[in-house]
């Protein structure tokens, strides 16, 4: 498929995402805020551009900024006169070539150095208001001193008026027409220059001998050209009639921002009343984003400045003082199923559904809903009509559906009338006023029902067995799920353990388990797979897995993206992949070592999914309980694939908290960085360019050459290797299982030269040991016996120096309470003066500050508290690190920045003792605690 049919399919996909035109799926815009509390340089946002690799670009009242999704980059606007720094305009040329225009001329991106530079200051020296790339290569600028092009390095002047000062130079808007002619927006009036003879034809609108000619902003869709005032709304002027004439009011005659999709819609910003997107053909709006606090779509405020429908759909406001809100980005992979006018599920908490071909029955905290699309039928059942309006459970059986509530017993269905009665009115309990929590049936067409009071089973409408823990090996407690397996066998799950319902038998078995089975637990679903393997998801603790016979099973290994999540459900699609839904988000599981997070990127309103057992239709279409609703997703034409607009992109590389040199392009196409050898901190940063709330974002990351696998990373875009040892590094990152969207870059850290010299002089050294030793070797073997003279006197030397220290401490005298008085002294001035952090703290030094001598010290530490000095003051150190490493304002520190400060004297001597004292590197302490020290 070619790149322009695609854009044409994406497209005409995102008016039906914009306007609602697919029936039967809700769709709202969740708006987020970017201001100085998100790092922006000032809150005028006067411009908005994304560029082709997918950054947002951002003017401001005195910068332009980058934006990624999560981080900004800034650069600031160099001069002494405020009043002209805002920015009018930015546009984007070949190479990713960024220009932004502004009251003080017109600027280029520097790449290479990170900084704005101004361009042809001394020619083009006036305030540029628009700028308008074309496919040549040409930059028009619309500036207050005509139209300059730019083009090839050479920069050509056109007033359209001679009086340079005439407000017909004051180019505010441009627009390339048919026939190579440019279309110029003037404080002045509209004016077409010829761009083959530069030929200026003006156009004047004149109503009632007054001229309307002062225009702000123009867009165009076909032969019309859209003129946006300050005062009277907008002007429409046909480019073939040469007429013009207003267009429709949109409740705000200052419009700040006109842009449209080429085809029909324009999207408005206006100074007063919001945002607008209004059909052309209709003549009316189609969408409207105002500040309405309590309304759901509401924006900060009402005075817009700027305004963005970007290329993916979501939209940028930009504001008066108060920064910009943009709309998350979602997929729309999944979406909310409703049935307006009559049912929406948003915001509706989803406990049970029964999807069949026509029918669809959704059970709520808020009641049962029928819906019969083919036959317009919708009927709604909630208290008095029901005695609970929490359902709990519904199972569909011979032709009717049989619907458990929480306290109001148990009901059937007859979809042929919508009618709704009791299921056993002569059984109070639990069947009137109890819990029903599952409904299953088995081969032989027994209904068997879970509930508050045990374990039913029904034959033709009768009872037929009420087993219970009393009269069966049925486990205490509430039964909440039934489930029988390919053998025929029932899989009993209650509160307080499991047991197995025996065909052959017809009796409750709980001798059948083998040791280490999952049966003691609280399980709350069981599913049975195509290669019938069984899964169990207990209330708690990870997911196991067991063969039918349940002489294989195990617990699903530790560290994957379900651990510390509760399963609500398990569901296998058609490609045997298993889709798992938790109380924390929904993942597609290959069943191997793959999960593929699913969450509010892809149109989930909430990562929080019930106890609702999914469905899939014969349609292909996946069917899941939510807490915001019930979730939809076409599985056969969506591929089940997460859909990404943009590869990953590594955006900055940080080199011992500072930023590393540019990437060069290496020999394998690679980019790559070289180092110093001192330069051995590197911190990552990537982007995705999704645009929704970064707690979503989900990355795999691996540094080969340092990590073994890959590592996943969650509601972050940044990582931070330290002290890493000199060699060659490639870091690669991409989304979680996608490897097609990986970004890669070379990384090489050299030895230290002092390193080299090391190795040559110990290479010599170990020569001239060699040549040493074989000429004493003789002489050594010559040698019959060792003298033991020598060995003798260093023993006598060591016992007399531990019998001088053994009478040294008794001459001391110290009690045992004066040993506490002076620990608790000690430790409080530990805490109170951190003289740990010297690191040429003297056990001397110490005891002066205690008004003790060194001797005393000396004894406490060895005899009283049986750890020498050293250790003592270490064991500080280290806390003082681990205490250091959660403070922001010591985030970007290096390893041996932070020994430092903590008391080390050298990062060997703190490496040594860190792994002494706690078994592993600060390295692995800080990974340990998720901190990147970012």
Known sequence: MSHTVKNILRYILLLFLLFGFLPGYSHSYVFRGLSVTEGLSDLVVNALYKDSIGYVWIGTGNSLERFDGTYLKHFLITGANEKIKRVNAIAETAGNQIWMGNGMGLWRVNNEKDILEPIAAETLRYGVRSLLPDSRGALYIGSEAGLFIYENGNLEQILIDPNVLSASNIVTGLSLGEANTLWMATNGGLYALSLT???????????????????????????????????????????????????????????????????????????????????????????????????????????????????????????????????????GLFSTYSYPPHFDSKDMPVRSIAITENE???????????????????????????????????????????????????????????????????????????????????????????????????????????????????????????????????????????????????????DVFPEGFIHKEKIRVIYEDSGHDLYFLPDKGSMFISDLSMSRFRRLQPHTLLEGKDGMFILEDEEHWLWIGTNNGLYRYDKKETFIPYNFIDGIPSSIFTLCPPIQDKKGILWMGNSKGLICMDFKQNNRMKSYNYPPVITDIYVNGKKSVRP???????????????????????????????????????????????????????????????????????????????????????????????????????????????????????????????????????????????????????????????????????????????????????????????????????????????????????????????????????????????????????????????????????????????
């Not at 520190?893 to 706690?918: D, H, I, P, Q, V």
């Open 197 to 331: 003879d530069r030929k200026i034809t003006p156009y004047h609108y004149i109503v009632e001998d007054k001229h309307i000619c002062s225009y702000n902003n123009v867009t165009r869709i076909g032969t019309m050209l859209y003129l946006g005032t300050m005062g009277q709304g907008i002007i429409c002027f046909n480019t073939r009639t040469h007429q013009f004439s207003h267009f429709i009011d949109v409740g705000c005659n200052v419009i700040s921002s006109l842009s449209s999709d080429g085809e029909d819609v324009l999207y408005i910003g206006t100074d007063g009343n919001g945002v607008h997107f209004v059909s052309t053909r209709k003549m009316k709006p189609i969408r409207s984003f105002r500040h309405e606090p309590g309304q759901d779509e509401s924006i900060r405020s009402n005075s817009v400045y700027s305004l963005l429908v970007d290329r993916d759909g979501l939209i940028w406001i930009g504001f008066y003082q108060l920064g910009l809100d943009y709309s998350l980005y979602q997929s």
């Open 360 to 510: 669809k029955l959704i059970g709520s905290r808020d009641g049962l809903f029928y819906i019969n699309e083919d036959k317009g039928i919708f009927k709604n059942f909630k208290t008095p009509e029901l005695r609970s309006s929490m359902i709990f459970c519904i199972y569909k059986f011979q032709d009717k559906y049989y619907i458990g509530t929480y306290g109001g017993g148990m009901y059937i269905f007859n979809p042929s009338d919508q009618s709704i009665h009791d299921f056993e009115p002569d059984e109070s309990q639990p069947f009137m006023r109890g819990q029903i929590f599952c409904i299953k049936s088995d081969s032989k067409d027994n209904l068997w029902i879970g509930t508050s009071m045990g374990l039913y089973c029904y034959k033709d409408g009768k009872q037929v067995k009420h087993y219970t823990s009393s009269n069966s090996k049925l486990p205490e407690g509430n039964v909440y799920e039934i489930c029988f397996d390919s053998t025929r066998k029932g899989w009993i799950c209650t509160e307080n353990g499991m047991c197995i319902w025996d065909p052959s038998s017809e009796s409750l078995k709980t």
């Open 664 to 934: 060069v392009t290496g020999n394998n196409g690679m980019p790559e960085i070289e180092l110093e050898s001192s330069q051995n901190n590197l911190t990552f940063y990537f982007s995705g360019f999704t645009y929704t709330e970064p707690a979503y974002m989900t990355y795999e990351y691996k540094l080969e050459g340092e990590d073994g696998e890959w590592q996943i990373l969650t509601g972050k875009s940044d990582i931070t290797y330290y002290d890493l040892p000199a060699g060659k590094y490639v870091f690669k990152i991409r989304h979680i299982g996608n490897p097609d969207s990986m970004a890669c870059i070379a990384v090489q850290i050299p030895y230290p030269i002092e390193t080299w010299s090391i190795i040559a002089i110990a290479i010599a050294a170990a020569f001239l040991g060699y040549v040493y030793f074989q000429r004493k070797r003789k002489e050594k073997q010559a040698k019959a016996v060792q003298p033991q003279a020598l060995v003798r006197e260093e023993t006598k030397e060591i016992e007399k120096q531990e019998k001088t220290a053994e009478a040294k401490y008794k001459t001391n005298k110290i009690s045992s309470e004066e040993c506490k008085h002076l620990t608790e002294k000690l430790e409080a001035l530990m805490l109170r003066e951190k003289p740990y952090t010297n690191p040429e703290l003297k056990i001397a030094d110490l005891a002066t500050m205690l008004g003790r001598s060194a001797h005393t010290l000396s004894y406490l530490f060895n005899q009283h508290l049986n750890q020498n000095y050293y250790d003592y003051i270490n064991d500080y150190r280290i806390e003082e690190f681990k205490r250091l490493i959660n403070e922001d304002e010591y985030s970007k520190y290096t390893l041996s920045a932070l020994a430092e400060l903590c008391g080390f004297s050298s990062r060997a001597s703190f490496f040594r003792y860190f792994k002494k004292a706690t078994g592993i590197t600060p390295n692995e302490y800080i990974r340990s605690i998720g901190k990147n020290n970012e």
